[in-house]
């Protein structure tokens, strides 16, 4: 959105349909939802090599059951920076979030980073690596940080007039907490609203 002949206003939130295998013998996995993040980017209107932006970002106790989150409101910094090379989109998003109130039991303090690699291809069709790495800093030492490897691809197209996103990433851990999961599957669809 352009909030005048300056500055936009980008925002991005994530509401994760989590499935969380049980961590002991006997007990179920559970799925449901878990806590959202919303991100709001100030980024100069300006086009350029670079395009930056940097902002808050907020923690939402969404989750539908405690497994799934911290049942914590937080707030936090949030910045990123991209270039978009001929086919290439490269980037990265950083982020920390503290807790700032909640019945939760224990703190939040995660720092998020997300490096992005586009490869767009005719067709609407790109490949990606967007791993989310993650830092706990309230974890034990040898379980602070879960780090992604791997990627995979997807495809911009439209239902009706709605363009859309549909992509699908797995992904292998090579650190995490003792309890982590060792892959990762992410597919996402996400309603897009260019500006016209």
């Known amino acids: ?13 994530i509401v994760p349909i989590v499935s969380n295998p049980g961590l002991v013998p006997g007990q179920d996995r559970t799925n449901g939802l878990g806590d959202t993040t919303f991100t709001t980017f100030f980024s100069p209107r300006k086009p350029s090599t670079w395009i930056w932006g940097a902002g808050p970002v907020v ?53 998020t980073w997300q490096y992005f690699v586009n490869y767009n291809m005719p067709g609407g069709w790109y490949l990606s690596s967007a791993p989310i790495m993650t830092a706990n800093w309230e974890a ?23 363009p859309m996103n549909a992509s699908a990433q797995v992904f292998y851990n090579v650190d995490k907490p003792e309890f982590g ?15 016209s």
Not at 1 to 13: A, P, V
Not at 140 to 162: A, C, E, H, L, M
């Open 1 to 13: 959105m352009s909030l005048n002949e300056n500055w936009n206003l980008i925002t991005r939130t």
């Open 59 to 111: 923690l939402l106790p969404t989750a539908s059951d405690d497994v799934l989150g911290s049942d914590k409101w937080g707030f936090g910094p949030s910045v990123v920076v991209l270039t978009m090379p001929g086919s290439w989109v490269i980037g990265s998003l950083f982020s920390n979030v503290w807790s700032v109130g909640g019945s939760g039991d224990a703190d939040v303090n995660l720092f």
């Open 140 to 162: 034990d030492s040898g379980n602070k940080w879960t780090i992604p490897v791997g990627g995979g691809g997807g495809k911009i197209f439209r239902i009706g007039k709605q």
């Open 181 to 195: 999961a060792d892959w990762t599957l992410r597919m996402q669809l996400q309603l897009l609203f260019p500006k």
